[in-house]
């Protein structure tokens, strides 16, 4: 088979997984590639299209983690692959600060454009979230002439060294790579199923807590921004309660604070909606996007008000590849493929039948704490029966099992306990049932 054959949607299993010439190559890559890189699946990739992951054995594996959330419209999807290959034969780089080209531009247009607010927004590229996240930070400090950055629980923004301080897991993200940056200030996230306080009243107790933290022991006159993820990813797929982000961000407007979604992993039809915020009627100052943005090709960027966006000096702002013209081609197939495919309906359709399956499960067996998320962004949380306590053993006995029964499944959560669902779109309804199936047979066998 070549690439240009269709890789038909359907699971396969040619032979056990690992197979062979997986386990050969794996013992290629342990000989070869840093120690420090994790592995999710010990397969290697052949080809992947839509939410299939041929192995180089010939195994067809249902993909629903999507390469972390970025593959949103499917692997190689048929307009980012065409636009990508005229773009590539068109020409590489020039630098966009050195000869600027329309596809950066248009990617900024469309933003400005798809992003909440009908305030005037600007917007810049950049090649990675966690690249993404420092320059809405540097920006925010700029224009507001502060240093503080007040972050949350459980947040993860990345692996640079800004990023890594703005991040709140210690073990695998931080644990000896300090010296962390300085006026990083963590605040209590609500995260209901864990709250101990009255569950009716999460959104403003916490809120009250969170303000009263920041005046007592920051100075609100002290903050240039605000980060929050509006679906918590890495730490779990928490959703902030409703009524809590819009009362953060009032508290930063009143306050001069630049409020920053960070929409990296929520972000591009994800949840439902083009950004989670929208799920609150949010317009927040500041969103950065990446992942879904380019249908698998490194982009990221960050768009906010334009007054904010201009407030840098000319030459404060870039990078080589920022905005790459390749990738900036597939942004904008990408953005056409969730346009016309109605992929942000296609998002909320595929979280119902999540949300269906799984809460059954949970009815069936008690080691399922909580069902969450929003849209086709939705997670467990295994404890142990009866308890909230943190079940991370039987978490991975289930990842492992949808494994050998090619189903790819990501984990998540500070507690390392989170089984979180984040399947291209494009999946279809027998395709993500057959997957639901083989997680409900992994749960039979504890
Ligand atoms: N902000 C909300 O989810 C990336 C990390 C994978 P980069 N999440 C996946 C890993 O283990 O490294 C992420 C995110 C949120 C920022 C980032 C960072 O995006 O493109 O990985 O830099």
Not at 270 to 296: C, L, Q, W, Y
Request: glycine share 10%.
């Amino acid at each position: 088979m070549t690439s240009k054959d269709p890789l038909p949607q359907s699971r396969h299993l040619a032979t056990e997984i690992p197979g062979p010439a997986s386990t050969a190559a794996m013992q290629r890559r342990k000989e070869a590639v840093s120690g420090g890189l994790g592995t999710a699946m010990p397969v290697i990739v052949a080809r992947a299209q839509g939410a299939i992951i041929e192995d180089i054995d010939g195994n067809r594996i249902i993909d629903l983690g999507a390469g972390i959330g970025v593959v949103t419209i499917g692997n190689s999807a048929p307009r980012v692959v065409k636009a990508v290959q005229e773009a590539v034969a068109t020409f590489t780089h020039t630098n966009f600060t050195t000869v600027p080209y329309m596809g950066y531009i248009e990617v900024c247009e469309a933003l400005n454009k798809l992003t909440p607010g009908t305030f005037k927004k600007k917007s810049i590229l950049q090649n990675s979230g966690a690249e993404a996240v420092e320059n809405a930070i540097k920006i925010a400090r700029h224009y507001t002439k502060r240093s503080a950055v007040v972050v949350f629980e459980h947040a993860y923004h990345g692996r640079t060294n800004l990023t890594m301080a703005l991040t709140a897991k210690n073990l695998p993200y931080k644990d000896g790579f300090g010296p962390f940056a300085s006026e990083i200030y963590r605040m209590p996230m609500p995260y209901s199923y864990r709250w101990v306080g009255n569950p009716e009243t999460i959104a403003e107790d916490a809120l009250e807590m969170v303000i009263h933290k920041i005046e007592k022991e920051v100075g609100a006159h002290n903050v240039a921004a605000i980060l929050i993820e509006p679906v918590i990813g890495e730490g779990g797929f928490i959703v902030p309660p409703t009524g809590f982000m819009p009362g953060l961000q009032k508290f930063a407007t009143e306050n001069k604070i630049v409020f920053i979604a960070d929409e990296v992993q929520s972000g591009f039809a994800r949840t439902g909606k083009m950004f989670a915020v929208e799920h609150e009627n949010m317009e927040p100052d500041m969103i950065v996007s990446a992942k879904g943005i380019a249908g698998g090709l490194p982009l990221a960027a960050v768009t906010g008000r334009a007054e904010i966006m201009d407030s840098s000096h000319v030459g404060g702002l870039g990078g080589t590849y920022g905005g790459n013209p390749i990738a900036c081609a597939a942004a904008l197939a990408a953005i056409e493929t969730i346009q016309e495919d109605k992929l942000i309906e296609r998002a909320e359709h595929i979280g119902k039948i999540l949300f269906e399956s799984l809460n059954a499960l949970k009815a069936k067996y008690p080691i399922i704490g909580e069902v969450r998320g929003r849209g086709a962004m939705v997670a467990i949380e295994l404890v142990h029966a009866g308890t909230k306590d943190p079940n991370p053993e039987a978490m991975g006995k289930v990842i492992k099992y949808c494994q050998s029964k090619g189903v790819l499944i990501l984990t998540a959560g500070t507690y390392g306990n989170v089984i979180r669902f984040l399947p291209p779109v494009v999946i279809s309804d027998d395709l993500l049932k057959d997957a639901l199936g083989v997680l409900a047979e992994g749960f039979a066998t504890l």
